[in-house]
């Protein structure tokens, strides 16, 4: 347990998006019906986000995998300062672990189980179709 709270501090004030090599992280299974969807919300300096290749991508998806977690897809703001990246895994805890794997910030993260359909009528959300992700 401390040696997770050591990772999320050093994780959250780490300003440099992907740096340590942590491959001998204990592998976490996670049976499918544990796998929850999560909005995470981050703040980066100005710059941080510039050349990020593949390999730092591949090496972002390991440690993440290394904790259950699966990275889905991420979304910035016009001057790369802030991305909302949407991911699955069992927990909470395990996206906050998979960020400090990466040392990577987290602002906050958000459940988000239901996908609202957008071609449903806009004046019935009655209508709305949704699915939740277990």
Request: proline share 6%; glycine share 4%.
């Amino acid at each position: 347990m401390k040696r997770a709270i050591v990772l999320l501090q050093l994780g959250m004030c780490a300003t440099h998006a992907f740096a340590a090599d942590v491959s001998a992280q204990p592998q976490m299974s996670t049976p499918e019906k544990d796998i929850h969807r999560y909005l995470v919300e981050r703040t980066f300096p100005s710059g941080a986000l510039e050349g990020i290749d593949t390999a730092a991508k591949a090496k972002v998806n390991a440690n993440n995998a290394s904790v259950g977690v699966h990275w889905i897809q991420s979304y910035a703001n016009a001057d790369m300062t802030k991305t909302y990246c949407v991911y699955e895994g069992p927990s909470e805890g395990a996206i906050r672990m998979a960020a400090a794997l990466n040392h990577l910030p987290v602002d906050s993260i958000t459940e988000v189980p239901v996908d609202l359909d957008s071609t449903s009528p806009a004046n019935s959300p009655k209508q709305l179709t949704h699915t939740i992700v277990k």
